[in-house]
């Protein structure tokens, strides 16, 4: 069984939403086709600390209840489908490109699965195996990314949005999803970094072409910057906050203290950002056959508001840093509309709306 057998077969009258579902906070976004693409519902839930343990569900009953209330007080139109789009946490998922000689696809089939349980540490029968070819334009061989994800962590997901009353038609790894967001038309001509600087975790996606080729993530975040100033400082959560998105990397002000106490975790994000760079340079790049350096840098997630970080890291990396549009492939070009989430909010949501973007997909 592979990931496309976990969609359901019926025939959809209308979009499933986006369920973005972290430690921390269950995000919704419903995406609806008129003329153009238009925000239909949004809705952000904080979740209580211990019901889902680094993308664990901890707490069942918990957790359903949350999602109940989260979907019945979305902001905008009421939800009336059941369909849903879920994501899959990001630390539990194996991404992976190979490499095989060129070959029919009914014999590549058979040489993924060889190679995925070589390359993971479960059995095939403990997962759910995808793939696909991302490099046609390859002459001697085939470039496959693998997608695999633990039987036991998707079974438990889909349990809970059952007995929340969803239908899960689809569930997608976090990072795919996010790319769809913010990568233009999913295409990208030359390979570009994602970092999502999440609550409690960052994650980092390249993308090249029209694929992810390399995922990772440390449990570097938001939240440690915050518990750092508060401790530093003496303050509480909220005020260290405050610090963080106003002062930030600011060496200017309170005479460069909070820039001092923010080093350590823009050191590790710094040094975590070289070792990708170097591996895809050493080993992903001669796979897929884009060849060049990355060659832009793309954040977002909440903690991408930190005050100064853009400048910072394209200072100290040599490579242009910017906030990413979770919008660029909902509104045209040229688009006046204003967003019904904020923009300083939305970078949160990203992933939320590349789930709904995949959404759209399934409307007749």
């Known amino acids: 069984m592979n990931l496309k057998d976990i969609i359901f077969s019926n025939i959809y009258k209308s979009s499933a939403f986006g369920l973005d579902i972290s430690d921390f906070s269950i995000k919704i976004a419903r995406l609806k086709k008129k003329r153009s693409l238009e925000l239909i519902n949004y809705n952000r839930t904080p979740i209580s600390e211990g019901l889902i343990k680094e993308g664990e569900i901890k707490k069942e ?11 019945a007080e979305v902001k905008g139109d009421k939800i009336r489908t059941p369909y849903v789009i879920s ?29 995925t349980e070589a390359n993971i540490p479960l059995s095939l029968e403990e997962v759910y195996l995808d793939w696909q070819i991302i490099s046609p334009r390859a002459i001697d061989h085939l ?9 036991l962590l ?15 038609v689809i569930f997608e790894i976090e990072s795919v ?16 970094l994602i970092i999502d600087l999440g609550f409690n975790r960052t994650s980092f996606i390249i993308f090249a072409g029209a694929s992810i080729r390399f995922t990772s993530s440390i449990p570097l975040s938001s939240q440690k910057m915050i518990a750092d100033l508060a401790e ?10 405050l610090f963080k998105f106003k002062i930030g990397l600011d060496r200017d002000k309170e005479k460069g203290k909070v820039f001092n106490a923010l080093l350590p975790s823009m050191t590790k994000l710094i040094d975590q950002i070289k070792d990708c760079l170097i591996f895809y340079k050493e080993h992903v790049h001669k796979l897929d056959g884009y060849h060049e350096d990355i060659s832009k840098i793309i ?6 508001y930190l005050r100064g970080l853009t400048q910072y890291l394209s200072n100290r990396l040599k490579i242009p840093v910017n906030l990413g549009n979770p919008w660029i492939n909902v509104f045209p070009k040229n688009s006046k509309k204003i967003p019904d989430i904020p923009f300083k909010d939305s970078l949160a949501y990203s992933t939320a709306l590349g789930l709904a973007l995949r959404g759209t997909d399934l409307a007749r």
């Open 232 to 241: 530093k400082f003496k303050i509480s959560q909220e005020e260290a906050k």
């Open 61 to 71: 009953k918990e957790l359903i209840e949350i999602i109940k209330k989260s979907v």
């Open 143 to 151: 470039d496959i990314l693998i997608n695999a994800v633990p039987k």
């Open 177 to 192: 999803a996010t790319a769809r967001s913010l990568i233009k038309d999913e295409l990208a001509p030359k390979p570009v």
């Open 87 to 115: 994501s899959l946490p990001e630390q539990h998922c194996f991404v992976k490109i190979i490499q095989l000689p060129k070959m029919k696809l009914k014999e590549a089939e058979e040489a993924v699965k060889w190679e």
């Open 154 to 168: 998707v079974d438990k997901y889909c349990q809970v949005l059952q007995e929340a009353g969803l239908e899960p």
């Open 299 to 304: 954040l977002c997630g909440g903690g991408a």
